[in-house]
């Protein structure tokens, strides 16, 4: 079992000068140790969960025990050797999991908590949002995409709120937990360079021994959620997704890795599309090894799975988001791609192709096979994530909504260059192949805009708003922005002094709402000065604060999620 970590007692939190970090992930500024004032510093402190029965020990022969003895000691010679140089800021945990990125350990449900303000009456169900949180100290490199998937649940019952957080039992988090240590790679953090290949050949090698079974998934599920089919669903683009139930009383519990009844065999992407209307589910898989390279494929809205469709790339390209439309999908193939060979040279597997010309595909739903799909070059964009699309039949055209990042690759790897996120309309022309791109905001106006969303219930149709978050300064979140897509207009809601938070949540006041906007904003807030966080509601129509939750315990700021009413959740599988 591993000790509690403070920032007092760990070499790697301890911040012994200030520095400015440009271009990771993250822009920080951490102190010297002497000036850390907060009423509740960050600790690694183990969750709840390790001390129990979950961490009984593997049973293993007298040839195991010594393979393992084998294979640690060569891997502290690595991380020794490999800690002789300063770790790339896109890897240093010392940066990456800095401050209110650091992670929490697990909460059970707390009930009636204290509310400022009203919470609206028709906000009944559970909001929950997942985030990267490590379970063991960061042994080496460690990107902040690396950790292990916790999700953060808000019920709401007839006016009161209850607060739980919970990890994502994944069989990686299983295995490491039994085992009392990280042992799984890093595939941001540790998978570069020649280390980065010693790491993979001792992970193999333990496998070989039976020391760890990589046969069952090697993914965190920190990324995105979507509920379908009964069940709330966690991912990440790495594994299959995981099957998490919603208790009566608030909490989570992990119940299985869902291959959705055996129908699917490889990983899907952490941003799968629902369409509102059919209540289809449409999603992507991509393999960085071997071909194909890229799939396509959907889910009925009784769960049964398409076939695959094989999407034409020249090369495993980075595919973390795309978009649908009432009767296209819209892939985007981009300009960062994935390299192995480049670890054979010292680098890092993610690259920016500078001589790639980014394209985007559109695809009818139910093609058969990827034959028919039309491409149209869109120089120098690369789109994190997509926003929403829609077709314009009179001209021929789709529109696609993103935020376009420059450097392309600055969430993975070091620049110089200061990181800009443009929300953008793009409009790709079905007849002649060709797109334009333009800003959506004036130069006046223009923010970094990353994580949000559309209303859910307008997906793939003409859509008015967008709720972005305000990416200032980068990496933290200081508010979120409401965004006429047709105008340009901005509406900004800031969270507070020292208040930073993630992605806005849309949630419709009813289904059948006929204004676009008529609903409220969710968002989990820390406030870095009194080091507690809460919930803000924030009416989307008047961009006013309705309510604030008191939360009992800090929520580090995380990545995506969704709401599941009280009808979805009393008809959980």
Avoid at 72 to 95: F, G, I, Q, S, Y
Avoid at 374 to 379: L, N, T
Avoid at 443 to 467: C, F, I, P
Wanted: one cysteine or more.
């Amino acid at each position: 079992m591993a000790a509690a970590v403070t920032p007092s007692s760990s070499s790697w939190v301890r911040h012994k000068i200030t520095h400015r970090t440009n271009c990771s992930l993250q822009t920080i500024h951490y102190p010297m140790q002497s000036t850390i004032q907060k009423p509740k510093p960050p600790s690694f402190t183990v969750p709840s969960t390790v001390k129990k029965e979950k961490n009984s020990k593997p049973q293993w022969s007298f040839i195991q025990k010594a393979a393992s003895l084998a294979l640690d000691a060569v891997e502290n010679a690595l991380t020794v050797h490999e800690l002789e140089h300063p770790l790339p800021k896109t890897a240093d945990p010392r940066v990456q999991i800095a401050g209110n990125f650091s992670p929490v350990p697990e909460q059970p449900v707390r009930q009636r908590l204290p509310v400022a303000g009203k919470i609206p009456e028709s906000i009944q169900g559970v909001y929950v949002r997942n985030g990267a949180n490590p379970l063991f100290e960061p042994t080496a490199g460690h990107h902040f995409f690396d950790g292990d998937g916790m999700i953060h649940a808000v019920q709401f019952k007839d006016g009161f709120a209850s607060y739980a957080c919970r990890f994502t039992e994944t069989q990686r988090l299983v295995q490491e937990r039994s085992l009392g240590r990280p042992v799984f790679p890093k595939a941001i953090g540790e998978l570069h360079g020649h280390t980065g290949i010693a790491r993979l050949m001792l992970f193999y090698a333990r496998g070989m021994f039976g020391l760890v079974d990589h046969s069952r998934g090697t993914g965190v599920a920190n990324a995105g959620l979507a509920y379908f089919n009964n069940r709330l669903l966690a991912m990440s683009e790495d594994d299959l997704p995981y099957h998490v139930h919603v208790t009566t009383s608030g909490d989570l519990e992990t119940v299985e890795r869902y291959n959705f009844d055996e129908q699917l065999k490889s990983t899907m992407i952490a941003h799968p599309k629902i369409d509102p209307i059919s209540g289809e589910l449409f999603a992507l898989s991509y393999d960085v090894i071997q071909k194909p390279y890229l799939k396509y494929f959907r889910f009925s809205n009784n769960g049964h799975k398409s076939e695959d469709v094989e999407i034409p790339v020249s090369e495993p390209t980075m595919m973390h988001d795309f978009a649908i439309t009432e009767n296209f999908v819209i892939v985007p193939d981009q300009q960062v791609v994935f390299k192995m060979s480049e670890m054979i040279r010292g680098g890092s597997p993610v690259v920016y192709d500078k001589e790639k010309v980014s394209r985007f595909g559109v695809l009818d739903k139910y093609a058969k096979d990827g034959s028919s799909m039309k491409w149209a070059e869109v120089p120098d964009c690369f789109c994190f994530h997509l926003w929403n699309a829609w077709e314009e039949p009179e001209t021929y055209e789709i529109v696609v909504i993103g935020s376009c990042m420059t450097p392309p690759d600055s969430i993975f790897n070091e620049c110089d260059e200061e990181l800009k996120s443009v929300l953008s309309e793009i409009r790709l022309n079905l007849k002649t192949g060709n797109s334009t791109r333009r800003p959506i905001m004036s130069e006046k106006d223009q923010v970094n805009l990353e994580a949000g969303m559309v209303n859910r219930n307008k997906l793939g149709r003409k859509t008015s708003y967008a709720y972005l978050a305000i990416a200032e300064p980068w990496p933290k979140v200081s508010g979120f922005a409401k965004v006429d897509l047709f105008t340009g207009e901005v509406n900004k809601h800031f969270y507070g002094d020292e208040k930073y938070g993630g992605e806005p949540f849309f949630l419709p006041r009813d289904p059948n709402c006929e204004a676009e906007d008529d609903g409220y904003i969710l968002a989990f807030v820390h406030d870095e000065k009194a080091w507690k966080s809460e919930l803000q509601i924030v009416n989307a129509m008047t961009m006013k604060l309705e309510a604030t939750i008191k939360l009992p315990s800090r929520v580090p700021y995380g990545f995506h999620g969704t709401f599941v009413s009280a009808d979805d959740l009393a008809n959980q599988a």
